[in-house]
Structures are given as structure tokens and as C-alpha cells.
């Protein structure tokens, strides 16, 4: 006979509590986990929302991008490389950015923000997928993935916008691929692939991930098979065709050293010392900037340098005697070794010897098995609560990074912070630029031949420097660092602009002029050169060319006062006035400028406007501008 199930028990007793199953249990934990991670990103980022763009790549990108401007040009985005780097998903995310906010650099910020939130979450997935449902290392991992410091770069530098954007699609790829492991399917495999494709669209960094997927397939024990390898091949073609487009894109730009100073074996020190100092500062992310030169080519390399081959001997050794019995430390080194195996420096691209936004993947691998290891919650006999240490390293990440967001807040606090934390000839002129715009031209000097000391060959220095000699009106000094600039890189556009305006001041119109469309045969887009040769042509007598390079450049920029004021006075030249009246408005509707009130006047004076002349010459007096006396008496003023 059944037993009979008890009625009536009293409250409180065992059988009327609610059953709370373990994967509901799990479920809340991980919501719990993944929302307090999410939320110190959030909090750590908080600096960006005000954040402006900075002279770093942004204007490239941004705000000197006319392609960004239109989705008109659609084709523009898959044909023309900006910087060159070939990334059209990129361009097209910041075209959208564009078409929201213009030149304020809110929603970039925003937007980067954004992908970098999704991100962590879904490194949380991952994890959790890759450790077979283990809360702890995946709470781990995610945290330190949104807050880590060496992550700032990539997030709060608008420019690093294809890093988050790569990074999303390839961690999608990286989770549908432990899917189609799960389960083996010809739909799952092609998913994959175009997530793949789309994150090579983003950056070219992702050619590496075919080399990725291997280590996946090591730490889930897949045998490596011929069909394993074939399997990858179609996303090796992939990366050839993007490694192509990359090299010949930095080639063109000058970032790849295609005959290096520095030997072989002086950039398998690089490497080494890149892969060293990755991990360092993963462990104490401190002493963070920009840029970290390489060292002075005239010097013997620092003994860090001599040592670090050491480091990766002691890391492999490490690897090779655990992999059998702690198969998740050889997976988080290899993890961590190929998805830096583009930049560390083997090739010399670039101008830095680390730099932050490279870590954004590869740390995945290094925080990989610090999850597991601290998931446990023991060492021998020591008990202690792994949630609790990873809410304090995140509380303490969280607020260094707050900080590094701050210093990306704008050119100056970017520039201060290079030159403090990690001097070099690039910080100094970048810094020196801005002491410029703010009128300090004595300090600006005296940085720009600090930097020049760093570096003599440093093209932009003497370039920045001769700006300040033009300024002053030394336009000897001038001429020399002009010439010393085009001397050590001749295919510098702005160099041949600026010498071309200072011929054109000097009365040497067809030699400023001659250099002026040099800078445009090399540059078509430089827009400063359309200004400087239509205000050359216009002194020339050319006022229907001016016209139309004053045109051009103001695609550029739309909203400069001072060139639809001089577009005004060439059709005054021409006799056009009732042609000028509407660039001349155009101005006055910028800037309320006392002599775009008076030339508006000249315009409704030689029309007949009699009355309209009379007001325009008292608004031109009232806002402070001399009229000439000849022309008051004419109007009756």
C-alpha cells in the first residue's frame, strides 16, 4: 500500500518550502554577476559622455572625413582606405555617427561605449560556455575584460572604434564556433564564417582569427585532423586577401619600415620585450600613455629588452610541463601569443613599440585562467570567497580606469599625459601644437626643439616648428624648417601647403602656387590647401578659380565665415554683386564681423540699394569696423 503524502504540516516546515532548482539558482547568479560587471564598465567610462574627439587619428577618421559625411558615396566605404587601413564596416558605423550628431563627438563616444558593454557580455558568454557553466571564472573574465585599464584606449579614443566593432563580431564567431562544435553542421559552420568576414571589415587585426579557432579546438581536445585543417582554410584565404589590402595600405602610408633600421635580431627583442610588457601590465596596469617609443636607435637596447626573451622561455616551459593536467594555462597563453602575433613588432609598423589597444583580445586568454584559478575558492588549505576578491579588483580597476578615461577627455589632457608618463618626440609635438593654438608660441618652441633633439628626423617637428617661425614672421626660419621637413619625407602635403602660403605672403605667387598644387597632387583632400590656393589665386587676379577652391573648401568645412565672405568679394571683382550677396549673407549669418556688413553694403551700393547700402555701412561702424570716409559720405552716414 502507498504511503499518503502529509497534510496540514505546519508553516515554516521543510515540505511547504519553494524548490529552487539548480539551474534556476545558476541563472540568477549569472544575471547578478554579468549586471555588476556591466555596471562598473558603465561607471568606469562615465568620462567619456563629455569627451571630445582629440588630435590623434580623430580628424583622419572624423572631423576631416569627407567621406563619413554622405551615404551617397556608398561604394566609397569598400574602396578608399582611410589611414591606410581598409575597414568599411568602420567607416560606415561612423558615417551613422555622423548623419546623428555632426562633428560633436557625443554619440562616437557613446556608440563605442555601447559596443564595448555588449562585448563584455558577451565575453561572459563565452567564458561561460568555454568552462561549462562556471559563474565564477566567467564573472571574472568579464570583469576584468570591461574595466581593465589597458581596455581605455580602445573604447575612449573615437578613432579605436574598430577595435570594439572588430571585437564584436569576432567574439560572436568565437561563440558560434563552440556551438558548431557542439554540433557539427554545414549552417552553423558558414554562420561562422561571415561572422568572420564581417569582423574583417571591421579591422584587419582579425586575420588571426583562423590561427584562434586552433586553440579552441585544443582546449576542448578536438584531434587536429586533416578535416579540422580544411576546415579553416576557406577563413585562411580570407586573411590573405585582408593581409594584402593591409600591408599594401600601411605601405602607402609610410607605417610599415619596409627597410628597418633595426636588425633582426633587435626586433625579436621587440617582440619578446612586447610580450612581456603586455602581461606586466596586465598585472599592474600603472604608467599607462598613448605612445611608447622604441628605444633611441643610437644607444644599446635597456637591459628589460636583453631579459624579456627570458620571460617568454619561462612562460613556454610553463606551458609545456602543465599542459597535460592544467590544459586551461597552455590555452590562455596560446590564446593570449596569437592574437598578438601581428603587432609585436617583428615587422616594424607603426611608431610604438606596445601599445594599450592591442591587448583588447588577447587578454582574454590571460583572464581565462585567472577565472579558473580563482573560481575555486582555495589555495591548499586556504578557503576564501572568489566573488568577493573579483568585486574588489574590479572596484579598484574600475577607478584607474575612470581616470585613464579622464586623460582622453581632450588633446591637452591626452598630450600632458605623454609627455609625463613616456616622453617621446611625437608626444612633444603634439603637445607643442596645442600651446600653439593657445598662443604660447615661446613655449611651443622650446618643445618643439626638445623634440627635435629627441629626433632629428621627425618631419612633422620641423614642419610644427616652421608654423611657429611663420607666425612670428621669421620667414627665414621658416623656409629652413620647411625645407628640412620636405627633405626628410617629400611626399608631406602639409609641409608643401604651408611653404606654398609663405611664398604666396612673400609676393612669390607662382612658387607658392606651384607648391600649393603640389600639396593637392598629393592630397586631394587636404582642405587647408584649397583655402591658401584660392586666397593666392584671388590676389593673383583669378576670382573665378579662387571661386572655386573657396567652393571646395568649404564642402570641408561649411560653417567658416571668412571664406563665403571672400567668395563675396571675387564676385565683387567680377561685377557680379548680385552673385555676391548671398555668400556675403552666408558669412554674416556665421559671424556678425563688422567688414562683412560693409562689403554687403558695396554690393547693394553698386546694385542701387541705397537704403539697404546705408544700413549695412552703420551696422559695419556700430560693430566697431572703419569705414572709409569717402564711402560714409556716399551713403549718407
Known sequence: MKQQKPTNLPKGSKQNAPRIKPKQAANTTAYWMIGLALLFTLIAYIPSFTADFVSWDDGDYVFNNMMIRSFANFNDFFTMPVQGNYHPLTMISLAMNYAMTGDNASSYHILNLMLHLLNTFMVFRFVLMLSKGNNVAAFAVAMLFGVHPMHVESVAWVAERKDVLYGCFFLLGMIYYLKYLDKISREGYLFVLGLFILSLASKPAAIIFPIALFTLDFYKQRAITVKVVLEKVPMILFSGIFIFLALHGQTQVGAVDKASVWSLGTRLFFASFGYMMYFVKMIAPINLAPLYPFPAINESLPLAYILSPLFFVATAALCFMTWKKYREITFGFAFFLVNLLLILQFKIVGSAVIADRYTYIPYIGLFFIFGLFISKGKIKSFSFNPSAIIICIGILFTIVSYNQAETWHSNETLWNNAVNSHPSATALINRAIELRKAGKRDDALKMYNAALKMNKQAYEGFFNRGNIYFDMNEDSLAFRDYNTSLSIKPDYAPTYDNRGALY???????????????????????????????????????????????????????????????????????????????????????????????????????????????????????????VPAAYARLVGI
Open 504 to 626: 604666396a605672403r612673400e609676393g612669390k605667387s607662382e612658387l607658392g602656387m606651384a607648391d600649393l598644387n603640389k600639396a593637392l597632387l598629393l592630397d586631394p583632400t587636404y582642405k587647408p590647401s584649397y583655402k591658401n590656393r584660392g586666397v593666392t589665386l584671388m590676389n593673383m587676379g583669378h576670382y573665378e578659380e579662387a571661386i572655386k577652391d573657396f567652393t571646395k573648401f568649404l564642402s570641408y568645412e561649411p560653417k567658416n565665415g571668412d571664406i563665403y565672405n571672400s567668395v563675396g568679394v571675387c564676385y565683387q571683382y567680377l561685377k557680379k554683386y548680385d552673385l555676391s550677396l548671398e555668400p556675403i549673407t552666408k558669412a554674416i549669418e556665421l559671424t556678425q564681423q563688422g567688414v562683412y556688413y560693409l562689403n554687403r553694403s558695396y554690393s547693394y551700393n553698386a546694385l542701387g540699394r541705397m537704403q539697404d547700402a546705408q544700413n549695412d555701412a552703420k551696422t559695419a561702424r556700430a560693430k566697431g569696423y572703419k
